[in-house]
């Protein structure tokens, strides 16, 4: 048991966490036109990042007012996913160690 929340711990959530900001700053360079859109790899891993970040967000935007174009849910993901991480699964691994 507490392998697994240690892997969840330090791998998930960190990869989690990296997947979410990769996937804000490549949506910033396809709005500001500095990747082509169009390109095979470029459109392929926004996919990928869609696909893997998205059933998150959704949830959190639906929840969200709308705020004129700025999207602020891949930050309130992310402090989620922290929160997810210090309170509660470090509690568990405390709670199991002692």
Do not use: C, K
């Not at 507490?2 to 966490?17: K, R, T």
């Not at 990296?18 to 392929?44: D, E, H, K």
């Not at 991480?85 to 002692?98: H, Y």
């Amino acid at each position: 048991m507490l392998s697994v929340l240690h892997f969840i711990d330090q791998y998930l959530i960190s990869l989690l966490i990296w997947i979410i900001i990769g996937s804000a700053i490549l949506s910033w360079l396809i709005a500001f036109n500095v990747v082509n859109p169009y390109n095979q790899f470029v459109r392929s891993l926004w996919d990928l990042f869609h696909r893997v970040t998205e059933p998150m967000l959704r949830p959190i935007r639906r929840l969200l007012p709308d705020m004129g174009g700025i999207d602020i849910s891949p930050v309130i993901l992310i402090l989620i996913l922290v929160f997810i991480r210090v309170v509660v699964i470090q509690d568990w691994l405390a709670r199991a160690l002692s």
